[in-house]
């Protein structure tokens, strides 16, 4: 007997004929079956569904293509892992494996860095919410602290006292650089002279070591030119405290914000034609710095704390079929078992959607939401898909960054997080259950 065929409801269209968009007329709809050679299928009958897929090789090939991009062009460069873009411990450690350090904000990040094994001495402690005793544990451990505002120095300058003892740090530094909104919420304006004041009052304080200046101009940055400015500007600082204080950086700290290659909402363009390369980046960056003639004649190391770039198109989300409907203007909607609880990324960009199963030729465009009863967890406003049932699987993709750290357990509970590594699955983040929700109650 032949197999029988899938049952697909019917699809009623209104034709109408009109003008093609301003990205054309043809309509495709991918499908994947498997990551890494593991099936979608199987994961979902194992683990369940909503379900967030890591894959190692993914993470691996993306930050040794950043580290190639960047050493081939300048000779002392480290990467450091921006714990807030994804802080679950078996992620960080493929990270701290490949060689990076890490770069925290918190208290919690810096823990986690710890009991990951990274080396005190590299971890930059970065942020503006530093306590006391925050910054009490880094001096002691000798890791890198950045300068966040005056309060902290202060702060700061009476920890090292109570301690007798040194503090390696760096000032963290705002700048025009011609982007808006102007990123000048975090450390000291370049312009407006207090982030040399600030360097100024480091450099005569004899418990604060200073071992370089950092900024981060911003996220998302869509133009490697923007770092080529930004990296002028911190350049030009480090020349003039050579000039006037004999004396060198170790290091200079660009920051992240390097793009993904997800879709922005409102862009024309895919995300994947869109982004800057890393070696365009790369070549933005380092050009400055190898032109540049250093009063000492002494190059800074480079530092960059590349988060979103390394681990968005690692990481997917794979998600259940629970129902579908007509809304009220007739548009479809399409109910997944994953919301916006989940995917706080569905607010910036328009996720990629594949299907896992074989589907048929028929495709519409529907309203993609999640199961929250909440009239705003739409993962997607508008997706071309082919006719769904219950059940059907769909995996929405560049999910790695912002997600497992941004969650909520809202109405829900959050899912199991899985990596897969040589073929194989392993559960790095276990499905909450009710016991877990409720411990902290009393």
């Known amino acids: 007997m032949s197999e029988k065929r899938k049952y697909e409801r019917p699809l009623l269209k209104t034709i109408e004929p009109s003008m093609p968009s301003k990205t054309g007329s043809m309509t495709s709809v991918s499908q994947i079956s498997e990551i890494d050679g593991m099936s979608l299928e ?47 411990s078996s992620i960080c450690k493929v990270f701290h494996e490949e060689g990076s350090w890490a770069e925290v904000v918190s208290g919690l990040e810096y823990q986690k860095a710890l009991n990951n094994g990274c080396d005190p001495k590299k971890i930059i402690f970065n942020g503006p919410s530093k306590t006391v005793e925050d910054l009490r544990q880094a001096v002691m451990n000798d890791s890198l602290i950045h300068i966040d505002n005056t309060h902290e120095l202060c702060r700061l300058l009476s920890v090292t006292e109570e301690l007798n003892q040194q503090a390696r740090v760096a000032v963290r530094i705002n700048m025009n650089v011609g982007t808006y909104p102007q990123w000048d919420r975090f450390g000291f304006n370049l312009e407006d002279g207090s982030a040399w004041h600030t360097i100024t009052q480091v450099m005569h304080e004899k418990r604060l070591t200073l071992t370089g200046i950092h900024c981060h101009i911003g996220t998302f940055i ?37 793009a993904s290659k997800n879709t922005l909402k409102g862009s024309y363009v895919n995300g994947a034609e869109l982004t800057p390369s890393m070696d365009d980046y790369a ?36 998600t259940s079929v629970l129902n579908h409907k007509r809304l009220a203007n007739g548009v479809s909607n399409t109910v997944v078992d994953a919301g916006v609880n989940l995917l706080f990324t569905s607010f910036w960009y328009n996720h990629k959607v594949s299907v896992v199963q074989t589907s048929g030729s028929f495709v519409e465009e529907t309203r993609l939401t999640g ?25 929405i993709h560049h999910v790695g960054a912002y997600n497992v750290t941004q969650w909520m357990q809202f109405i829900e509970y959050r899912p199991s997080v899985v990596m897969i590594a040589d073929g194989k699955m392993k559960v790095i983040r276990r499905r909450e259950d009710y016991d877990y929700v409720t411990s902290l109650e009393s």
């Open 42 to 88: 199987l994961l979902a009958a194992k683990e369940g569904t909503p379900l967030f897929v890591f894959s190692e090789q993914q993470i691996r090939t993306n930050i040794r293509n950043a580290k190639r991009a960047f050493s081939t062009r300048y000779p002392s460069v480290n990467f450091a892992w921006s714990y807030k873009t994804n802080y679950i």
């Open 222 to 258: 869509l133009s490697a030119d923007i770092y080529k400015k930004a990296t002028m500007k911190m350049v030009a600082l480090a020349c003039r405290l050579e000039s006037e204080f004999s004396f060198s950086l170790q290091y200079i700290d660009l920051g992240g914000g390097f």
């Open 283 to 318: 070549e933005a960056i380092t050009s400055v710095l190898l032109k540049t003639q250093f009063p000492s004649g002494q190059r800074p190391m480079l530092i960059l704390e590349t988060g979103r770039a390394l681990i968005d198109d690692a990481g997917y989300l794979l």
């Open 371 to 395: 199961p929250l009863c909440m009239n705003i967890d739409v993962i997607r406003e508008r997706v071309a898909l082919p006719i769904l049932n219950p059940g059907d699987l769909l995996l």
